[in-house]
């Protein structure tokens, strides 16, 4: 399509993502919940908000938000916290936390299973838990993760699984807004040439609007009934 | 993207549309740089001239205006706090019922229900609530009856905006077959009582199933329902 929208039916960008399975309200108890699972990896995520929060935590202007991520791994690192931090200022962005000041906004994150690609599908369960919840945002980020080979002429793969990331040198998990597709969130690990960087950097805001299609559509057909 | 082509469909946070003549645009819209931008989810709705979107967020906002059900949390001397599902405890002062004084007013216990009407409700202030109207009449408001068998259920608000609505068939189609009471608070709160706990069940489950249903197939429910005969519940 000419204004970079595209057609959910489409069968060359349905190589781009993978199979994408979503479920709204699965938690009966929070404000907005989804499990998303994007080819193994899958993950879940529950939003209270906005609630009463303590007097030290409050901000006068704008609403503290909250992540808890269980990244379900066997030892606990300074990694895990700087990728809640990451969570946190993505989410930052995409909710206009100006619209329920003195409040606070909890969400709370836990992998399900992971087969690589985790930091993307915990963005995107992410995503998919404020949608539900119906938030204040500006806009919907996508995310994806790139994994860039060792060897220079072999492609960029999109979404690698746990094997095939340690087969890379370097993993690169991107963010996309769902308006004008600028870059929210990068996160790299490796060493990676420009030239590499940019290449993922295309392909990813291919996937990332072929991801926002299906994000709309998931949307559409479960209201179906309610209007 | 033209916003009248998507006037009844669910629209998503980012989503711009191009028209530039709209002059007044409603809650969860905002005009940027000529385009009208849209920051919350759920149906683009048309009255008149004005576009605005009909939100899915379960989670209630308090506004002005908005008649409520709240239940009481605590007590101080001049008033009662309220548990309004909102992020903040509104306060609703003793003074505030039908021929209250300051010897003679409504005793509520933590766990009465109280159908208000908010009067402030501003993001930065905390919420009010009163059970009169501007000339001191109470108009139905008030502490919420328990002489009946009585069930309040949490729904969410999107459903209550769409019970009080005149093109939902769920309320006038179950008035014509049992007699009940009925009190539907915008925060996502409906409080039902009925002369027995038969009926009352079977307009409670009634109206839980119609959250997920459309008119169609509530209009069938409704018929099954009268066609079913049920009596001395």
Redesign the interface.
């Known amino acids: 399509m000419d204004n970079g929208e595209v057609d959910i039916n489409d069968e060359v960008s349905e190589t781009l993502v993978p199979h994408i399975c979503c479920e709204f309200q699965v938690l009966s108890k929070t ?2 919940s989804a499990s998303f699972f994007q080819g193994s990896t899958s993950v879940l995520c529950g939003i209270h ?4 929060v303590k007097q030290s935590k409050q901000q006068n202007d704008k609403s503290a938000i909250e992540i808890s991520a269980n990244f379900n791994t066997v030892t606990h690192s300074c990694r895990e916290k700087m990728l809640q931090e990451i969570i946190k200022n993505t989410a930052e962005t995409m909710i ?1 936390t100006h ?5 606070g906004i909890t969400v709370s994150l836990q992998a399900l299973h992971n087969d690589g690609s985790s930091l993307s599908a915990f963005i995107n369960c992410l995503t998919m838990a404020l ?1 539900d ?8 980020v996508v995310a994806v993760t790139c994994g860039i080979p060792r060897e220079p002429d072999k492609p960029i793969i999109l979404y690698p699984s746990l094997e095939e990331e340690k087969l890379c040198v370097s993993v690169v998990t991107l963010c996309f ?3 004008n597709y600028d870059v929210v969130t990068s996160y790299t690990t490796g060493t990676f040439s420009i030239l590499r960087y940019e290449q993922a950097l295309l392909q990813s805001e291919s996937a990332g609007r072929r991801l926002v299609a299906i ?2 559509f998931i ?2 057909r479960s ?1 179906d ?3 | 993207m033209d916003i009248n082509d998507y006037v ?3 629209v ?3 989503d ?1 549309f191009d028209n530039a003549d709209v002059k007044f645009v409603g809650c ?1 819209l905002s005009k940027i740089d000529g385009k009208i ?1 849209c ?5 683009l709705r048309q009255r008149e001239k004005i576009f605005f979107i009909d ?5 209630y ?1 308090a506004c002005q205006g908005d008649v409520i059900i709240g239940i009481v949390q605590g007590r101080m001397p001049d008033l009662f706090r309220v548990d309004i599902g909102s ?3 509104a306060t609703l002062s003793v003074l505030s019922f039908e021929g209250a004084t300051k010897r003679n007013y409504p005793e509520l216990k933590v766990g009465d229900l109280v159908f208000g009407k908010l009067v402030t409700a501003h ?2 202030l905390e919420p009010e609530l009163v059970c009169i109207d501007s000339i001191g009449k109470a108009n139905g408001l008030g502490p919420l009856p328990t002489n009946q068998p009585a069930f309040m259920m949490r729904t969410s608000c ?1 459903f209550c905006r ?1 019970v009080l609505s005149e093109t939902c068939p769920l309320l006038s189609g179950l008035k014509e077959l049992y007699t009940f009471e009925i009190c539907v608070g915008m925060n996502g709160r409906i409080f039902v009582a009925a002369p027995s706990t038969g009926v009352l069940l079977l307009i409670v489950n009634s109206i839980q199933v119609a959250e ?3 008119n169609h ?1 509530i209009n069938t429910m409704i018929r099954k329902l009268k066609s079913s005969n049920i009596k001395n519940l």
């Open positions: 404000d907005g908000g906005p609630t009463e206009i619209t329920y000041p003195r409040t949608i919840s119906g938030l204040s945002m500006s806009f919907l807004d769902s308006v994000f709309e949307k559409r209201s009934n309610c209007s | 009844n469909e669910i998503l946070s980012g711009l969860g931008q920051s919350k989810i759920g149906f939100s899915l967020q379960s989670k906002i992020s903040d405890i993001k930065h999107a769409k997920n249903m459309n197939q």
